[in-house]
């Protein structure tokens, strides 16, 4: 039995000390075996998520955007919450309000509406959910907008104006979101 997993773990061993170091650097075995940083594709925030002190006037639980910061705030008790770094909507796409969570999916199917199609009609009319598909491991949708807080298998749009109004995260990020808030949740939109 122990062979069996021998030659799989020397393979790894003589890749990541006979590459290069850039590659060396990059690898981690847990994304082969489950885990790993890159296990959702969704790889690591360029902004890291963190706990913060935190003055606005929202009850715990409340989830506060703030688009000019490109962070995201889950409000937690004694002044604090946990900070995360977003991607928000370019010029033109930004915007404001308090709306709540209506649905919640894992793996989400995405549908572009007709808005963004007939900006890009060279986007798929539908897209199962999965590694490749723009909404990320999870997606919490916001009232009856067509607005999403979202996943990405873009970490490197973090911190960025790119999106046409949704809110995206690093999967770790929106994944860790996912299971701290419920259907019903008040999210606060600020577009200062």
């Not at 723009?134 to 298998?153: D, E, K, V």
């Not at 490197?156 to 949704?166: D, K, M, N, R």
Request: charged content about 20%; hydrophobic content about 35%.
């Amino acid at each position: 039995m122990i062979r069996y997993f021998a030659a799989p773990i020397a393979a790894i061993a003589l890749l990541s000390t006979t590459a290069g170091g850039a590659f060396a650097e990059e690898f981690d075995s847990r994304d082969i075996m489950g885990g790993g940083p890159n296990f959702f594709r969704g790889g690591s925030s360029p902004v890291p998520r963190t706990t913060v002190m935190y003055n606005g006037n929202y009850a715990p639980g409340t989830i506060v955007v703030n688009t000019s910061e490109r962070r995201l705030y889950l409000v937690l008790q004694n002044g604090q919450a946990l900070r995360y770094g977003i991607g928000v909507g370019r010029d033109g796409f930004r915007w404001g309000g308090v709306h709540r969570i209506t649905a919640k999916k894992e793996w989400p199917d995405w549908t572009p509406p007709s808005q963004m199609l007939a900006r890009r009609p060279d986007l798929p009319r539908h897209m199962k959910g999965g590694v490749e598909n723009p909404l990320g491991a999870r997606a919490m949708y916001l009232g009856s907008t067509l607005y999403r807080i979202h996943g990405s298998n873009e970490p490197e749009t973090i911190g960025q104006a790119v999106s046409s109004g949704c809110f995206r995260m690093t999967n770790d990020d929106v994944t860790d979101l996912y299971g701290r808030v419920g259907v019903g949740t008040t999210v606060v939109v600020l577009n200062n």
